[in-house]
Every structure is written in C-alpha cells, then in structure tokens.
C-alpha cells in the first residue's frame, strides 16, 4: 500500500543544519525562513544533524501545512519513551506534520555504538510499545539490511549522501510503496574547479565514516576514488552542481531512479548552521 507520505509531502524538500538551531535568539530567525519555504512551495523541511521534535517544533508553528522531519534523530541520543511522548505533543497540536527520521549515526561519533542494527531493531520495538506509529517514522537506510527494515517496519527511508544509482537500488528493495527521500548536496556554482572543490571541503567529515565509504564501494566506486578528497566521479555522482539546466537535471536523475521526495541542501561554503535563504530562492525558481 502507498504510504499517504507520498501524497502530501511533495516532490522537494529542504535539508538543513541551520534550520535545528536551539539558539533561543534565532527563533523569530528560524521562524521566517520556514515560512518562507513553505511560501516557495518546498514541501518538507528536514532537521539535519541529531534533531528531535523540540527543533521542529517552533517551524511547525510558525508554518501552516510543511512537514518537518527529523534528519536524523540518533537512536543512541533519545530513548522510545520520549521520542514518543514529544511526538504525542506535537501530534496533538500539529496533527500530521512532524516526521520522526532515525538513524544509528557512526560509531566514530557514538561511544555505545555497537550492533548498530539490532539496536535500531530494538529501538522501533520500543516505538512501537509507546505508540509511534509506523506510517510516521523514516529510517537513514543505507544498506540492504536497513533498507528492508524500511520498508517493513516504518514509512521508508531517507538516505543521506546517496547516488541515483542507490536510489535506484534503493527503490528495488522498498518496493514501490514506501517513501524514498534522499538527501542531495545542490553546490550552486557554475565553474568545475570551484564547484568541485566545495564539494570536496563538505565530504571532509564524511569520507572518514565507514558507513558512508562501505556503501559507495557496494555502488561501483573504488579505493581510489576516496583518495584525496573524492574523485571527480565520486563527486560529480553526489552532487548537483552547474547552471540551473544542470542542477536540474541531476535532480531529475534522481526521480527516474525512483525517489519520490528529494531534500535538497545547500553546499555554498558558508557555515553549516548558515540559513542559504537567497540561494533556496534561486532553486525554487529554477525548480518552478
């Protein structure tokens, strides 16, 4: 059975580490910039980094109809119980906009990291007894092993740092029900030199990470291309990147592969807790 996800949230999203901030002093900051992407037709709103449902909150007010999403909540930060009582708040005041995205992180971040899988099994366990329901909550799958708990146990997946190759397989294991978002970097920058280069500079905390690493060699890359940076194809595979025309198309490659819903991150330079509020405008123009 399709997942009403897909009828309602869209064919864009925006990921961001900014819009999580718990700076009491951006509030009213954060609060105009998700009303204005609601007002530029983006469809959900994803809380990059370990986020919860007290970072969606003040968007989800400030908004009338976005779905905000956690990008990821990290299962090792937030235990089942209160993942599910501020669920339960906000449903209660919000019904139907928050979306509960979990993740196992990494364990070069976590120090409890271990049997990563089985503890995301047990931690939807542990949803499922409080009352979080499944058509409600996403997973950051990557391999085949999450990506079929994906589909059995939650929504879908929200895959973060993918190609449309794994879309493509991606969608082969989730089948054609459940929702498939991925995270894609948009680098709005015409020269090769320089787009490429800001792509490298954003993948440096990455390419450190196994999970990430481990799936691009599943999808074809090589040693090499993890070398110095990222290869030109390992970077040209991640990122969206050019004129409009091209940034399109990449984002285009992504549908035909089989995503239903793409979150789009802005990859400038600038501060990752920046808020790209002139360049989202640009890209909802050149999406239009």
Same mark, same amino acid.
């Given at each position: 059975?399709?997942?009403?996800?897909?009828?309602?949230?869209?064919?864009?999203?925006?990921?961001?580490?900014?819009?999580?901030?718990?700076?009491?002093?951006?509030?009213?900051?954060? =609060?105009? +910039?998700? &009303?204005? !992407? $609601?007002?530029?037709?983006? %469809?959900?709103?994803? *809380? /990059?980094?370990?986020? @919860?449902? #007290?970072?969606?909150?003040?968007?989800?007010?400030?908004?009338?109809?976005?779905?905000?999403?956690?990008?990821?909540?990290?299962?090792?930060?937030?235990?089942?119980?209160?993942? =599910?009582? +501020?669920? &339960?708040? !906000? $449903?209660?005041?919000?019904? %139907?906009?928050?979306? *509960? /995205?979990?993740?196992? @992180?990494? #364990?070069?971040?976590?120090?409890?990291?271990?049997?990563?899988?089985?503890?995301?099994?047990?931690?939807?366990?542990?949803?499922?007894?409080?009352?979080?329901?499944?058509?409600?909550?996403?997973?950051? &799958?990557?391999?085949?092993?999450?990506?079929?708990?994906?589909?059995?146990?939650?929504?879908?997946?929200?895959?973060?740092?993918?190609?449309?190759?794994?879309?493509?397989?991606?969608?082969?294991?989730?089948?054609?029900?459940?929702?498939?978002?991925?995270?894609?970097?948009?680098?709005?920058?015409?020269?090769?030199?320089?787009?490429?280069?800001?792509?490298?500079?954003?993948?440096?905390?990455?390419?450190?990470?196994?999970?990430?690493?481990?799936?691009?060699?599943?999808?074809?890359?090589?040693?090499?291309?993890?070398?110095?940076?990222?290869?030109?194809?390992?970077?040209?595979?991640?990122?969206?990147?050019?004129?409009?025309?091209?940034?399109?198309?990449?984002?285009?490659?992504?549908?035909?592969?089989?995503?239903?819903?793409?979150?789009?991150?802005?990859?400038?330079?600038?501060?990752?807790?920046?808020?790209?509020?002139?360049?989202?405008?640009?890209?909802?123009?050149?999406?239009?």
């Amino acid at each position: 059975m399709t997942t009403p996800l897909k009828e309602t949230l869209g064919r864009y999203g925006i990921w961001s580490v900014g819009l999580r901030s718990e700076d009491p002093d951006r509030r009213g900051e954060l =609060a105009e +910039a998700a &009303a204005e !992407l $609601e007002e530029l037709g983006y %469809g959900a709103l994803w *809380l /990059g980094g370990n986020s @919860s449902a #007290a970072n969606a909150a003040p968007l989800i007010e400030a908004t009338s109809k976005v779905k905000v999403g956690t990008s990821i909540q990290s299962i090792w930060q937030h235990e089942p119980d209160a993942s =599910a009582s +501020a669920f &339960a708040d !906000l $449903e209660s005041s919000h019904p %139907g906009r928050f979306l *509960l /995205g979990l993740g196992v @992180s990494h #364990a070069k971040r976590v120090e409890q990291y271990a049997r990563p899988y089985s503890a995301l099994v047990d931690h939807l366990d542990g949803l499922d007894a409080a009352g979080v329901p499944e058509d409600r909550r996403l997973l950051a &799958a990557l391999g085949p092993k999450s990506l079929r708990l994906a589909r059995d146990r939650a929504a879908g997946s929200i895959p973060y740092l993918v190609t449309p190759e794994h879309t493509a397989h991606a969608r082969e294991i989730l089948g054609e029900g459940p929702l498939l978002a991925p995270e894609l970097g948009v680098v709005p920058e015409r020269d090769p030199a320089r787009a490429r280069a800001l792509a490298r500079e954003f993948l440096e905390i990455y390419l450190p990470l196994p999970n990430y690493t481990n799936n691009f060699l599943r999808h074809g890359f090589t040693e090499d291309d993890l070398k110095d940076g990222g290869s030109d194809r390992l970077v040209d595979a991640l990122f969206a990147w050019g004129d409009d025309t091209a940034i399109r198309a990449k984002i285009d490659a992504f549908f035909e592969a089989g995503a239903d819903h793409v979150a789009l991150q802005i990859v400038d330079g600038e501060p990752r807790d920046a808020l790209p509020r002139k360049a989202w405008r640009d890209l909802a123009s050149a999406l239009a």
